[in-house]
């Protein structure tokens, strides 16, 4: 059972909004199944399933999991050559490809250097 609702949420919400822009949105798969909501998550095992789908590009949601493996899933992007975009502009100074999110600062009031530690 995965303790992460607001995964599925975000989940739901993108797949409703790939029906207005006409594009193909493909899940690898259950992040329980592939181990991703582990203490130890396979992002080999998505990557694998993720190239032999064929996808064209990668979304990378911030959470608990992926901060803490950004290099990580930068890195397996950049091997397998899908490019990625990614929630934090962090992730980017790990290696995605490009961010595309809301202005922290803006937004809460906190820089966010205040809420991680890199």
Do not use: H
Not at 19 to 30: A, L, N, Y
Not at 81 to 104: H, K, N, Q, W
């Amino acid at each position: 059972m995965c303790l992460c609702p607001q995964l599925y949420q975000g989940i739901r919400a993108a797949k409703q909004a790939t029906k207005t822009i006409s594009i193909v949105m493909m899940i690898t798969g259950d992040p329980v199944a592939l181990g991703l909501i582990d203490p130890n998550p396979d992002f080999e095992g998505a990557f694998q399933v993720a190239t032999s789908g064929r996808v064209s590009a990668l979304i990378v949601g911030a959470g608990g999991v992926t901060i803490s493996y950004r290099k990580l899933i930068a890195d397996l992007a950049i091997k397998n050559r899908i490019p990625s975009m990614c929630e934090r502009s962090d992730y980017v100074e790990a290696g995605c490809l490009m961010s595309y999110s809301a202005d922290e600062l803006k937004v809460s009031g906190v820089p966010l250097s205040m809420w991680t530690k890199s």
